[in-house]
C-alpha cells in the first residue's frame, strides 16, 4: 500500500514538472514574437505635384517614303549597277535590261515618222498646185474662156487636196505617237531610282528574266529614314483628348536611355467597328537617320499638363484595378502599416493621381510593402518628399 502511494506521488510530480516546462516555452514563444522588430520600409509623401497626363502609344516605325520598284519591261536583265545599302539619289540608273527588240522597233517607228513627213510634204505640194490652178481658173472663167463645169472640177481638186494634207497629218501624228510609245517603252528598260533613299533590298541579278505578265516580283526596295512615322491604336474613349500636332516621346531597346520626339499628324475620324479603337499616326523627323525603319518602340502621347495635383509613385501599388478605377496602398499610421484603398486618376510614367481616399503629407510605402502585412510594425529607413 505505502510502495503504491509513493508510485502515484512520483507521477505526480512528473506531470507538474512537464506542465511547468511546456508553459514556460509557450511564454519564450510568446515574448520572443512581441520583440519581433519592425520591418524595414522606404515610404514617400503624398504631395501635390505637376501632372502631364498622356496616352501610351506602342507601335512599329515606318518610313513616310519608300519604293518598291517593278519592271514595266519585260526582259532580260544585262546589268546592275547598285548593290543593297548603298544610297542612292532621284534618278539613279539600277539596272538595264535588253533593249536590242525595243531598239529596232524605235528605228522602225522612226522610219515611219520619216515617211509620213515626207507624204504631207507632197501632199502640200499638190495643194499649193491645187491652190494655183483653182486662182488661174477663176480668172479665166471671170474672161469667159472655161465653162462653169471646169471651174467646179479645179474647186474638187482644190477640195480633194485638203482632204489629203488633212489625212497626211493625221498620218504624221500617229507615226509619231508610236515612235514616243516605243521610246518610252526604251527608257523603261533601264531601271532608275524614282526618290532619294537607300536600296534596303535588291532582288534582281544579271541573266533574270523580269516583267512577265502577272508578275509580282519586287526588284528594288528603296527606304528614306530622314522621315519616319508611327502608326498606333488608341481606345476610343481617350479620343476627345487628342488632337493634330500633340508631342509624343517615345523608348526603343535598340538605343537604351535614349529619348526620341515626333508629333501627332493624323487622327482618324472613323473609330474601328472591330475594337473600338482610333488609329493615330505620328511624324518622326530622323535627319540623321538614327532610327530605323522597322524598329518597335514604347512612348506616349502628351495630352496635356496639370498643377498642384496630389499623386503617389506607381511603385508604391499594392494592387490597381483600371477598370473601376481603385487602387491600394500601404499607409504608414503610428508607425504600422494600414492598408488602404483609394481612387485613381490620371496616369503618367511612374506617377499616378490621387482622387480620394488619401490626403497630403500620408506617407505610402513603396519598397519593402510586399513583406508586410496589414497592421505589423514598420520602420521607415527613407522617406522622399517628392518627385
Keep these: 500500500m505505502k510502495r503504491g502511494l509513493r508510485c502515484m506521488a512520483l507521477l505526480s510530480a512528473l506531470w507538474i514538472g512537464c506542465w511547468g516546462c511546456s508553459k514556460g516555452k509557450e511564454e519564450t514563444q510568446t515574448q520572443g514574437k512581441a ?7 522606404e515610404a514617400v509623401r503624398v504631395q501635390a505635384l505637376d501632372l502631364t497626363e498622356s496616352i501610351e502609344a506602342v507601335g512599329t516605325l515606318t518610313p513616310r517614303f519608300e519604293a518598291k520598284l517593278k519592271s514595266e519591261y519585260a526582259g532580260m536583265v544585262t546589268d546592275v549597277y547598285i548593290n543593297e545599302w548603298v544610297r542612292v539619289r532621284k534618278g539613279t540608273p539600277l539596272a538595264v535590261l ?7 522597233v524605235v528605228q522602225k517607228a522612226q522610219a515611219a515618222v520619216e515617211a509620213a513627213k515626207a507624204n504631207l510634204l507632197q501632199a502640200e505640194v499638190g495643194g499649193a498646185r491645187a491652190e494655183r490652178e483653182l486662182s488661174r481658173a477663176q480668172n479665166l472663167k471671170e474672161s469667159g474662156l472655161i465653162t462653169q463645169q471646169m471651174l467646179d472640177e479645179v474647186k474638187t481638186e482644190k477640195a480633194a487636196s485638203a482632204a489629203r494634207i488633212a489625212a497626211a497629218k493625221a498620218q504624221l501624228m500617229a507615226a509619231e505617237k508610236d515612235l514616243h510609245h516605243a521610246r518610252t517603252r526604251l527608257v523603261k528598260a533601264v531601271l532608275r531610282s524614282p526618290m532619294d533613299g537607300v536600296v534596303a533590298v535588291k532582288n534582281i541579278n544579271i541573266g533574270d528574266l523580269v516583267g512577265e505578265p502577272g508578275t509580282q516580283r519586287i526588284l528594288f526596295h528603296i527606304v528614306d529614314n530622314r522621315l519616319l512615322e508611327l502608326t498606333v491604336t488608341v481606345p476610343s474613349l481617350d479620343m476627345g483628348r487628342l488632337k493634330t500636332g500633340q508631342a509624343l516621346t517615345f523608348t526603343t531597346d535598340a538605343f537604351p536611355g535614349q529619348i526620341f ?3 501627332v499628324q493624323y487622327v482618324n475620324p472613323t ?21 530605323k525603319a522597322g524598329l518597335f518602340v514604347k512612348g506616349r502621347i502628351i495630352t496635356g499638363q496639370r498643377r498642384g495635383v496630389l499623386q503617389i509613385p506607381r511603385t508604391a501599388l499594392l494592387s490597381w484595378d483600371v477598370g473601376a478605377k481603385k487602387g491600394e496602398v500601404y499607409v504608414v499610421e503610428g508607425n504600422r502599416a494600414q492598408r488602404k484603398t ?25 519598397r519593402g510593402g510586399f513583406n508586410v502585412k496589414n497592421g505589423e510594425p514598420v520602420r521607415i529607413t527613407r522617406l522622399n518628399g517628392g518627385k
Excluded at 535588253?98 to 529596232?104: G, H, L, M
Excluded at 473609330?271 to 537617320?289: G, H, L, M, T, Y
Excluded at 483609394?342 to 503629407?361: H, N, Q, R, Y
Design 98 to 104: 535588253d533593249t536590242r527588240e525595243i531598239e529596232a
Design 342 to 366: 483609394f481612387e485613381t486618376g490620371a496616369v503618367s510614367v511612374d506617377w499616378m493621381e490621387v482622387v480620394s481616399g488619401l490626403k497630403a503629407g500620408d506617407s505610402v510605402i513603396t
Design 35 to 41: 520583440a519581433t522588430p519592425p520591418i524595414a520600409v
Design 271 to 291: 473609330v474601328s467597328d472591330s475594337d473600338r479603337s482610333v488609329k493615330i499616326v505620328a511624324e518622326i523627323p530622323n535627319p540623321k537617320e538614327i532610327l
Design 261 to 263: 520626339s515626333g508629333r
